[in-house]
């Protein structure tokens, strides 16, 4: 996946779309003053500057399913491992609730559920019949919409064709209106990923660390501190 920070309005339409296609059970008031809040995907806000002239940055982060986990590593149980698409995945019933993997992880994605998840009628009537509902004592975290990966592989396999670039979008990728988010396969070094992650403006988010995560994010551009050689990449 790559991020452009510099499209990103902080608007949280990726927050409610991934709320809603994962079945993430509501964040009442209550839950977000106890810190046990879930959202797969955060937007960080950053001030810049002083007011009058103070902006507003934003940054959606999300699991980086880092090459190198740090939360795979740590897991006694292998509920969380590499599949062979490069995912960082979560197998449910596997885990046991050690919460390892979420002080392993340094961006801080993981959630552990307190409580089993309960919606407010109707809304327990229309969660994602796609999307496992996870139960109390287990660890969850964004799966980049593996069950629409999926579905679309199997698609693709059926009318026997590969699967063209950017027909797979997460849930956050499709509700974004400004197009910041954008999917796709980095092993295909035609796809619109793989461009764009060798832009002047890409980085890694705590790059220092060695996780080699697999999203790259694209740094804002400020027009205020633009020269004529800096690349805009739009
Ligand atoms: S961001 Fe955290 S949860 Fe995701 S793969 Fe990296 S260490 Fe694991
Ligand atoms: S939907 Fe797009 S613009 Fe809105 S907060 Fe998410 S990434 Fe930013």
């Given at each position: 996946m790559v991020i452009d920070a510099d499209k990103c309005t902080g608007c949280q339409a990726c927050v409610v779309a991934c709320q809603s296609e994962n079945n993430l059970a509501l964040n009442e008031e209550n839950r977000v003053i106890e810190r046990r809040a879930k959202t797969w995907i955060r937007i960080e806000r950053y001030w810049e500057g002083e007011w009058p002239n103070a902006k507003a940055r934003f940054l959606p982060v999300l699991c980086q399913h880092c090459g190198n986990a740090p939360c795979e590593t740590v897991c006694p149980v292998w509920a969380t491992y590499h599949n062979p698409d490069g995912l960082n995945v979560q197998v449910y019933n596997r885990?046991?609730?050690?919460r390892f993997c979420a002080n392993a992880c340094p961006y801080s994605v993981r959630y552990f559920n307190f409580w089993e998840p309960e919606w407010p009628s109707p809304m327990d009537r229309q969660l994602n019949p796609d999307v496992t509902v996870r139960t109390k004592g287990i660890v969850e975290k964004c799966t980049f919409c593996i069950h629409r990966i999926n579905r679309t592989k199997r698609e693709a396999n059926r009318d026997g064709r590969p699967v063209a670039d950017g027909e797979v979008e997460p849930a956050c990728v499709q509700a974004c209106p400004t197009t910041a988010l954008v999917f796709g396969d980095?092993?295909?070094?035609?796809s619109k990923v793989s461009e764009l992650s060798h832009s002047k403006r890409a980085y890694s988010l705590l790059?220092?660390?060695?996780?080699?995560?697999?999203i790259t994010y694209l740094k804002k551009v400020d027009p205020s501190h633009v020269d004529e050689h800096e690349e805009h990449g739009h």
């Open positions: 885990c046991i609730g050690t980095l092993n295909d070094s035609d790059d220092s660390l060695g996780t080699a995560p697999a």
